[in-house]
């Protein structure tokens, strides 16, 4: 990218803000004492500094700064700064980037650069958006990132908007998203106003998520800026994928640097970096393993990122007739196809496992049961080869135990799966012999039959159980949205687990954009803010984006809805009302067994149901100007809802029904 | 013509308990569906016996009554066991009960949206 050859070009009037602030601060204390009218005019008791003020506007300060500066500065509008400022600059940086928005609740810290993105950046490319939750926004750019494959910044107020974001910083990690996150902090006590903003300052803010992100910088100069934002992009955007920090100075956002200070401003050019491919000898071993296997098992978790990846998967899968075992992190593989398996039996029957992007590798391979005396061992046959690809192996921390307990391998592959997929392709296609291409059509035969067996009703007749029930079942729902969706463009922003998979036992996703995975960390409160992210990124191709929304989830931080409103943003929200922490009433009844201590809902009721009273999500909703209907408990009026709301998404807007539905 | 009214006979005294066996089922199926919802089965095989991904279909055609309540008092597996202690006899039975009433799923070929789902 061309460096900005304008942006160091700087106003010759430029004043130093801080001399002159200290300066209208003196004169203006001895020019009110001199003026008993002026002195009238101040707050009783209250020490009023002539410095600009984030105090709550009123006449009274109005009049004592104007009272303080009318009389004791040598420019004609001496409260005003000339020149360009720091935080410009940073948008000259920030503009070279391809990040389309930047998501903020709006913080003291962050003003200036605020102030620069909406007035000299002109609010576009990127365009600010407005979260009413640091921990929301950050959770849409996850959920953007993993449908447009471009980053966004989360612009946080400096300590407590971070402490907000911390758990959907945290998602991202483990999912494997950048969101470039940004805040407000100032370093230099004397010149942080006292009170809230220094209550918000930090020595080193980003230490409570270093863990967590991938690097992180607090620039001390708008060069130094410059290349730490740069960087960071780049770092973020190499796999694996993670999110990084950089720290904004208040002082450097609000004031005009010296011209010495800018006179080599330059802005770097970014390459981002090829993701690292396996070692030739290592995929040629493990390409080896394959070909020989009786029968081998992929297993994918977030094995593509793009559509390319799945692609590249199937060609695999099909070259092999290997089972694909997908742990849905990602979309990648289609579900209606003949090898695609969920759960572990055909890890059980596998002689050789390939595991792509697992965020769980022993988990794959063992089980641990969840009884009163736990048991654990492996689920595979015993003598079983594995074989793992992923960025896992040379990319870990110590802390968060997000990398899982340590299971042995036969070849590790510390690389990017969906980059070394090509050459895991052509080396199983370079050692293929006529007698294992029968022994492979032999296998394909026979997963085809036993697809085709599988699916002869069975999905069906699951489904009709409990059809016409109330509370709603989770197959009722899926079937009449997919009904209405079928023949759209249409992609399901939200994970599905909790209505038991139905839409994918139901629908047919076949595209990378279909499906985003589910939040990495498993921190709640991810579901509606990524639904709204990912809806942003399908809205510039008019795809219909459709979350099915788990009640506890959205109470978490309905004001995502807010935001889609507010932006426009269509997605079409469907709860799943079942009005419990399901998954909680679950360990609750767990204990109260194992303890003999007998289970009744007296008391499993307690601390794990949302009921008394009952969350009307509809008026929620509608109050955040997000149309909306429900509740629904009768199947019967499903349709007619569903169709209205979809009618409002197709026209750009957001909508909400809410269903009241069966557990799970 | 007199085996006639000994039919008669039998029928008159029999029908009365015939009526009272099914006002009782149909009370147990009732305390069954309370046990059901109390003790909290529906969280994982819903309302209706359904089956979820948390737990196994139970109705319509439940397993024999010696299985399920063999499987309830023992599992060590990822349903906790419920003892007697936990959930009575009369309890367990009214749930078997309850189950046994849940009506046939209709057809799914007689179902629209399900027809074309494989």
């Known amino acids: 990218m061309a460096n900005n ?21 003196i004169a203006g204390a001895a020019a009110v004492a001199a003026d008993g009218v002026k002195a009238a005019i101040l707050p009783q008791g209250d020490a009023v500094s002539a410095t600009p003020s984030v105090m709550r506007p009123s006449s009274s300060y109005a009049q004592a700064e104007l009272a303080t500066s009318s009389v004791s500065m040598p420019s004609q509008y001496p409260g005003v700064s000339n020149g360009k400022p720091g935080s410009d600059y940073m948008v000259d940086v920030i503009k070279t980037l391809d990040i389309d928005y930047i998501i903020t609740n709006p913080a003291s810290s962050c003003r200036g650069l605020h102030e620069s ?3 000299y950046g002109g609010n576009t490319a990127p365009e600010l958006l407005t979260t009413m939750h640091e921990e929301s926004g950050t959770a849409m750019g996850h959920g953007y990132f993993k449908v447009s494959g471009r980053p966004l910044a989360s612009l946080c107020h400096g300590t407590v908007g971070l402490q907000h974001a911390a758990m959907a910083v945290y998602n991202a990690w483990c999912d494997r998203a950048p969101v470039i996150m940004m805040i407000g902090n100032e370093m230099d006590a004397q010149h942080r106003r006292p009170g809230t903003p220094t209550l918000h300052a930090a020595q080193d803010p980003a230490a409570m998520i270093r863990d967590f992100t991938k690097w992180d910088d607090q620039p001390a100069s708008l060069q130094h800026f410059a290349e730490s934002m740069v960087r960071a992009y780049k ?4 796999p694996p994928y993670e999110p990084v920090l950089i720290v904004l100075g208040e002082v450097m956002q609000d004031e005009v640097p010296e011209p010495g200070a800018v006179e080599h401003f330059s802005i770097p050019k970014v390459a981002i970096p090829a993701p690292p491919t396996g070692d030739g000898n290592a995929v040629r071993e493990t390409a080896a393993m394959l070909v020989g296997a009786e029968y081998p098992v992929l297993v994918a978790d977030r094995a593509a990122r793009t559509q390319a990846g799945m692609q590249a998967l199937v ?11 997908d742990q849905g992190g990602r979309m990648n593989f289609p579900n209606m196809h003949h090898l695609y398996h969920r759960g572990g039996a055909a890890i059980r029957r596998a002689d050789v496992v390939v595991g792509l992007e697992l965020t769980d590798m022993w988990g794959t391979v063992n089980d641990m049961s969840d009884t009163v005396h736990p048991t654990q061992g492996p689920v595979v046959r015993p003598g079983t080869r594995l074989v793992s690809i992923g960025v896992g192996d040379i990319y870990v921390r110590a802390n968060y135990q997000d990398f899982q307990r340590y299971q042995p391998v036969d070849i590790a592959i510390g690389a990017d799966a969906e980059a070394t997929l090509p050459l895991l392709i052509e080396a199983v296609k370079s050692q293929l012999t006529d007698a294992h291409r029968a022994n492979i059509e032999a296998r394909g035969q026979q997963l085809r039959d036993a697809y085709a067996r599988a699916r002869a009703n069975t999905p069906a007749q699951a489904a009709a159980s409990a059809w016409n029930a109330s509370p709603i079942s989770g197959a009722r729902l899926s079937a009449e949205m997919w009904e209405l969706i079928k023949n759209e463009d249409w992609a ?7 209505i038991s998979a139905w839409p994918h036992r139901i629908w047919d996703f076949r595209q990378y954009h279909q499906w985003i995975g589910g939040p990495g960390g498993q921190g709640v409160g991810y579901g509606l803010p990524a639904a709204v992210g990912a809806a ?16 506890g989830d959205c109470m978490y931080a309905p004001g995502a809805l807010w935001t889609a409103a507010h932006h426009r943003i269509p997605l079409l929200s469907v709860m799943h009302n079942n009005r419990a922490y399901h998954q909680e009433v679950m360990h609750l009844q767990r204990l109260c067994s194992w303890r003999q201590r007998g289970y009744d809902d007296a008391r499993w009721r307690i601390a794990t149901t949302i009921e008394d009273p009952f969350v009307d999500f509809a008026k929620l909703a509608d109050s955040m100007g997000v149309a909306s209907i ?14 209205r709301a979809i009618d409002i998404v197709k026209g750009g807007e957001p909508a909400l029904v809410d269903v009241i539905t069966q557990p799970r | 013509m007199r085996s006639i009214l000994r039919l008669a006979a039998v029928a008159a005294i029999a029908a009365p308990v015939l009526v009272a066996a099914t006002a009782a089922l149909a009370a147990d199926a009732e305390a069954g569906r309370e046990a059901y919802e109390r003790v909290g089965c529906y969280t994982c095989h819903g309302y209706e016996g359904q089956g ?14 010696a299985a399920l309540s063999n499987f309830v008092r023992q599992t060590s597996g990822a349903m906790p066991p419920f003892t007697p202690a936990v959930l009575p006899e009369e309890d367990l039975q009214n749930i078997y009960t309850y189950l046994q009433s849940i009506p046939q799923p209709p057809d799914p070929g007689d179902v629209p949206l399900l027809q074309d789902i494989q």
């Open chain 1, 630 to 643: 429900g509740p629904i408990d009768n199947p019967n009026d499903l349709a007619p809802a569903l169709r």
């Open chain 1, 5 to 25: 050859t304008d942006s160091n070009s700087t106003d010759g009037q430029a004043v130093d803000r801080r001399k002159f602030i200290k300066g209208a601060a």
């Open chain 1, 315 to 325: 060609e695999l899968a099909e070259l092999l007739q290997a089972p694909v075992v």
């Open chain 2, 52 to 65: 979820a991904g948390t737990g196994p279909k139970l109705a319509p055609d439940p397993l024999p009554y």
């Open chain 1, 492 to 498: 399901l922003v939200s994970r599905d687990q909790s």
């Open chain 1, 235 to 238: 770092i973020a955007l190499t």
């Open chain 1, 117 to 119: 993105l909406v007035t």
């Open chain 1, 536 to 551: 942003l990124a399908h809205r510039e191709h008019g795809r219909l984006a459709i979350n099915i929304q788990n009640d």
